[in-house]
Each structure stands twice: as structure tokens, then as C-alpha cells.
């Protein structure tokens, strides 16, 4: 399967779908596919990392197949595992039908078969034969360790099973990892990647990016609200507003019939875009807002 024809159809289609990308995501986005190689997404939180991997897929009709990865995450969980009670049950059904006589050969070829394994994202991305794009979002949250994991998945496209072997990808996926910087990753799992970084897009572009989604929104409302956000990203918050946020304020104000993005209606929306009350207190601060 071709991704994309060239990085200008890659700019056109995630466009249809409502994912304005700028010449360098086109770019890498095309190469991924055309090289087969995993791209490793990188930026602060809700620039729109995530949201790439899900325009791919929808710009592709391929699905989407998602590993969300936090601290602890295991094999288990990123992998496979075996489905120990059936595995169980069938052993006790099996010695109480041999009346004890069956080999642990016998039982051991019986239980580690398909029937009882348990698919997670990597394999379940791997054995697909459908068009698929695997999500590895937020990686920098797991333990180093778990990279090791990722390793052979994204240099071989294959996983192997101990007591099945090796399972290889028949359709390679489009594999995008995703990242927060809040830790190094390993030059091992960058190495195996293509690298795009994610910043929060200049005011023309988020003015486009608000539009798009909100069109019922004013224009003159429309720039007050990008301003007003960038000037909030210049503050030291623990969250700076984010992509999805402003699309978000954006519908807000169109739900409440704002046509004037004044300092009353920014102090009586400012929840939909800041989430923690020592944010609240400084915007209100350093913006001048009166509370009512």
C-alpha cells in the first residue's frame, strides 16, 4: 500500500480530514510511508501528535490501533499474554477426561496454542493484514526498559513468541510514537525512527486551525481568541492552553453567543482552557481581569 503519493497529497488529504499540516509534518508523514519507517512525534502536549496519527488513519481509511503507554506498562499489556484461567480449565478438563495419564508434552502442545492468546496493541498491529496505523502514544511516559519491548517491532516488524515463534508482519503498519519530552528515549528506539518536532503554530496558523473546525465563529472573535491564547503561553502555567483547548474555546464562545471577546467573557470562560486554579489566578493577574 502507497501512504501517500508525495508529500504535497499528504498536505492535501490530512487537509480533507481536517488536519492542517505544515510543510514539514506533509513531508515526514509522506516518508514514513514511503520508507516504511516509524516516525517519532515529539513536543509539548496538545500540538497535535496524537490527533496526526488519527488523520492518518483517517486520511488512509486504514485503523487505528492505539497503545497508550504509562508507568508500569508491561508485556502483558504491550504485547501478548496467555489466557492462564482458560489455559487452566482446559488442564483440569483434559486430566479428568486421560484420568491423569496425559504427558506434560501433551498438555503443554494443547494449551500454548492461538486459542489462548491474548492479543495487546503491538502484536494485535503486527498480524493485521489491513491497511493499519499503530499509535504508541506518549512513550516518554514508560519505564526505560520498556523500550527494549519496541525494539524488534520497530526494526523487524516482528514479534516472537516463545512458545509459538516468530510472528511477522504481513502488511508493515504506519507506526507513529508519540512524546512529551518529559524524559530522553533511548538512541536505540530513536535511531529505528524518522523525527518530527510539534510546536504551538504561529497565530496565522491557529487563526486557520479555529476556522476550520469552528467556522461559525466571527473573524474579529477569531483573532481576539488566538491573541488572547498566545499571550497565555507567554505566562509560566502549569498548562499552557492547547490546540484542542482553543477549538474548544472557540465552540464555547459560539454556544454562548459571544461576539466580543472582552475581559468579561475571557474571566467567565477561562475554565474551558486553564485547568488549575493557580493558572486561573495568574491569567487573571497578568491579563487584568476583573472577576464577577
Sequence with gaps: MTWFASPADASTRLHDVGYLADPATSTTSFLA?????????EGPAGVGKTELAKAVARATGADLVRLQCYEGLDEA??????????????????????GGDETW????????TEEFLLTRPLLTAIRREEPTVLLIDEVDKTDIEVE?????????????????????????????????????LSEAVKRRCL?????????????????????????????????TIARLRELELKKAPSIA????????????????????????????????????????????????
Design 245 to 292: 483547548e482553543s477549538v474548544d474555546w472557540a465552540r464555547t464562545l459560539v454556544a454562548l453567543e459571544i461576539g466580543d471577546l472582552d475581559d468579561t467573557a475571557i474571566a467567565d470562560t477561562l475554565g474551558v482552557i486553564l485547568k488549575h486554579r493557580s493558572d486561573h489566578d495568574r491569567a487573571v493577574k497578568e491579563l487584568k481581569l476583573v472577576r464577577r
Design 148 to 184: 527494549g519491548l519496541l525494539l524488534e517491532v520497530l526494526s523487524d516488524f516482528q514479534v516472537t513468541i516463545p512458545e509459538l515463534g516468530t510472528v511477522s508482519a504481513v502488511r508493515r503498519p504506519f507506526v507513529v510514537l508519540t512524546s512529551n519530552a518529559s524524559r530522553e
Design 77 to 98: 499489556r504491550a504485547l501478548y499474554e496467555w489466557n492462564y484461567k482458560k489455559q487452566l480449565l482446559r488442564i483440569q478438563a483434559s486430566h479428568t477426561q486421560s
Design 33 to 41: 510511508g514511503a520508507l516504511e519507517k516509524p516516525l517519532l512525534v
Design 195 to 227: 523525527y518530527l518536532h510539534l510546536d504551538y503554530p504561529d497565530a496565522e496558523r491557529e487563526r486557520e486551525i479555529v476556522a476550520s473546525q469552528v467556522p461559525g465563529l466571527d473573524d474579529q472573535v477569531t483573532r481576539q481568541l488566538v491573541a
Design 105 to 112: 508434552d501433551q498438555t503443554h502442545d494443547d494449551i500454548f
